[in-house]
C-alpha cells in the first residue's frame, strides 16, 4: 500500500512550486497564474484528505526528515541540540489541514472573481503571494518541532506583509502592512527568546514523543526526571511558566489578541480574499493553533492557562464592543475575528482543548464564508464598504444574501448553525471548570457578555447590508457577480451549517447518545493518534475541576446552552428592531461619550504611538550603538583592509628590475634572519 | 690533473662561486637591456654549475656533475624561451629596455 504520510512534504511543497510559477512566469500565463494556484491547492487538499483518511485508519507519523544543524549533536550548549524539520501528522495537524487546503483553495477560485475579473494588475505577484503564504501556514501546521514552527510562522508574517499591502500604490496598504509587520514582530520578538529558552531548558524542541519537550517538562514536574538547565536560583514551575508566557507573546501578536490586536482592523486594506485566508485558516489561526500543538506544555503551568483564559475572555469582549459602531463591513468583520479568538484563547485557557479546536474549525468555515461575502458584496458595490450606502442588497444577490446569513447564524451563535455548537461548548467548558477557579469565572463572564454584543453587531451588518431601501445608486444597481464567487460561497455556506454537527456533545450529554462527539474521538486518539497528544492525556494533565450547577451535568449543560443561546437572540432582535427598518438610523449617538471611545478603540492606536514616543530615546540608543560599535567594527575591519591593501599594492610597479631587487633583497633579509636565530654571526 | 684539481681546497671554488653569483646578480640588478638580463642569469646559472662540480669532486660523487649536466640542458631551454620574450617585446615596444613595459601593475 503506499504511504500517504509519504506525501506530506508534497502537501506544502505544491503550493511552493505554484508560488515559483506565479512569480517566474505568472505574467506569461493566462490568468495570471491563477490556476496554477488553485491546481496546487487542490491537489494538496485531496492530499490532506487522503492523509486525514489514512489517520483515521489508526496510524499517525512524527518522522525528523532533515537536519540542517548537527546531526547526533555538535556540543553546543548544556545538550547536544539538533536542528531539523520534520513533519508531524497527528489527528489535530491532520484536521488543520484539511481546513488550510480547502480554504486556500476557495480563495483561490474566489480570486478569479474578487481580482481578475475587476481588472486589478499585478496578479502574479498576488497569486505568488496566495501560493507562499498557503505554503508557509501547512509548513506551520507539519511542523514537529518548535523551531521550525517559528521559522514557518515568520513566513506566514512576511507573506501577510506582503499581501495587505498588496496595492502599494495607495497610501493606506503600505502603512497597514507595515504595522501588521511590525506589531507581530513584536510578538514574535518574545516568542523567539521563548523557542532559545526552550532549547536552553529541555535540548529540544521536539512537539511529540518520549523526549519532546512537553513530555521532559511533566517528567521534570513529577521528580521522575530533570530539565538540563533552569536559570539560576529559579524554581522549576516558575520558569516553566516564564517559558510559556514568552511563547505565548508571539500567540497573541499573531492571533491579534490583547492588547497587540491593533493591526488586524488595519489589515483590512488587503484584497478581501486575502482578509478571508489571513483571518480564517493561516496567519491568525497560527496562533491558536500553536497553543493546541503544544498544549501538553501549557497545562502544566496554572498560572499560564489563567492568564491565556483571561485574555482570551477579555479580548472576546473588548473587541465585540469596538465592532458595534463600526461603520465599514470589513471593518465589523476584522473585530468578530479577534472576538472570535478571544474565544478560542479562553477555551484553551480553561483546559477546552477540543471545544478550541472545535471553534478553530467552524470559525474557518464561516468566517472564510463572512469575508468572501463581503467579498462579493464589495464586488457589487464597486468597492464602496461603507454599509451606510448599501440595504436592499437581498432581491439583488439572492445567493450571498443566504450564504452570508448562514454565515452570520453561525458566527452569532444562533441554532443549530456551526457557531452555536463551538461557542456553547467553550462557554460550558469555561464554567464547569471556573466554577472553582474565579480567574476563570471571570473570562467566562466576560465571553458571556460577548454573545449579546456579537449577535448585535453581526445582525447590525447584515441588515444595513442587505435589508430595507437602497440607499446609494450603486445599491440601487449592483454588479452581478460569477459562479467563481457563487461556488465557493455555496461551499463554505453549506460547512457553516452542518460543521457543527461533527461534534455535538450537549445532544450526547443530555439525551446519552454515544458517539455523535465526533471531533472529541478524533482529538482523543479514538481511530489513532500519537500516545501524549490526546485530549484525554491534556485533561490529566490539566489544573481544573468539574464543577456543576443544579442539576448536575445535564443541569449546567442546558442552564449554559440556554443562557448563551437566549443572550445571542437577545442581541439579534435588538438588532432587529434597531436596524431592520427600510430607513435605519444610526443609532450611535446614544451612546454619548462612549461611542467615540468605541469609535477610536479605545484610543489603543493613540496609546502604542504615545508608547514608541516615549520609548525613541531607548531605541535611538540601540540604534547609535548599532550603527556606531557593531557597524563600526564591521565597517573598521573593511577599512583596515582597504587601505592596507591600497598601500601595499604600490609594491606592484610592473618593472622587473625592482622586481628582481625585492627579490634579492627578501633573500638577503631571509638570510640574515635565519643566520641570527641559527648563530652564525656568534 | 686530478691531483692538481683535488689539491685546491673547496673553499675556493665556492668563493668563485659566489663570485660569479654576485656578477650575475648586478647585471641582473643594474642593466636595463633585456639580453643583460639572460646573460647574467646564465652567469648565475653557472656560478650554482661550479658549486655543484666542486662539492661532486670533493665527495667523490658523480650525482653533483649529472645535476650541472642537466642545469646546462636547462639554461639552453631558458635562453630559448627568453630569445622568444624578448622577440615579442621587441616587436610590441620597438625597444629591449625592461623599464618600458610598466602595464603590468595595479
Known sequence: MVNAFAYVPAIVLLPFFSFLVALGAGRYLPKGGAFGGIAATAGSFLLSIWVAATVAGGRAYNETLYYWASEGGAGIGPTDIELSFGVLIDPLSALMLVIVTLVALLVHVFSLGYMNDEGETGLPRYYAGLGLFTASMLGFVVADNLLMAFMFFELVGLCSYLLIGFNFREPGPPSAAKKAFLVTRFGDYFFLVGVVAVFATFGTAQFAGPESFPALADAALNGSGSVAWTPGGVELGTWLTVVGLLVLGGVVGKSAQFPLHTWLPDAMEGPTPVSALIHAATMVAAGVYLVARMYGFYVLTPTTMAVIAFIGGFTALFAATMGLVKNELKQVLAYSTISQYGYMMLALGAGGYVAAVFHLTTHAFFKALLFLGAGSVIIAMHHNEDMWDMGGLKSKLPVTYYTFLAGSLALAGIFPFAGFWSKDEILYEALVHGLNDPLLLGGYLMGLLAVPVTAFYTFRMVFLTFHGEPRSDTARDPVPVRWNVKGPLTVLGSLAVVTGFINMVPVQKVLGIEGIDLLHLWLDNHWGGIEGLSSHHYADLGPYSSGYLVGGETGTVLVGAAVSLGLALLGLGLAWRLYNVPSPAEHTAKLGGIKDVLYNNYYLDELQVWLAYRTEDVAGGANVFDQGIIDGVVNGVSSVSLTGGGRIRQLQSGIVSQYAALLTFGLVALLLVLGATGGWFL | ?106
Do not use: H, K
Not at chain 2, 3 to 26: D, E, M, N, R, T
Not at chain 2, 38 to 51: H, P
Not at chain 2, 56 to 64: E, R
Open chain 2, 1 to 106: 690533473m686530478t691531483a692538481v684539481a683535488s689539491s685546491i681546497p673547496p673553499s675556493w671554488y665556492l668563493l668563485l662561486a659566489a663570485a660569479v653569483f654576485c656578477v650575475g646578480l648586478f647585471g641582473v640588478l643594474t642593466r636595463r637591456n633585456a639580453l643583460y638580463f639572460l646573460m647574467s642569469v646564465e652567469l648565475m646559472m653557472n656560478a650554482a654549475n661550479i658549486n655543484f662540480v666542486a662539492f661532486a669532486l670533493y665527495y667523490g660523487d658523480l650525482t653533483g656533475q649529472v645535476f650541472a649536466l642537466f642545469v646546462i640542458a636547462l639554461a639552453a631551454a631558458e635562453v630559448a624561451i627568453g630569445i622568444g620574450i624578448i622577440l615579442v617585446l621587441y616587436r610590441n615596444f620597438g625597444t629591449t629596455d625592461v623599464t618600458v613595459p610598466a602595464e603590468m601593475r595595479w
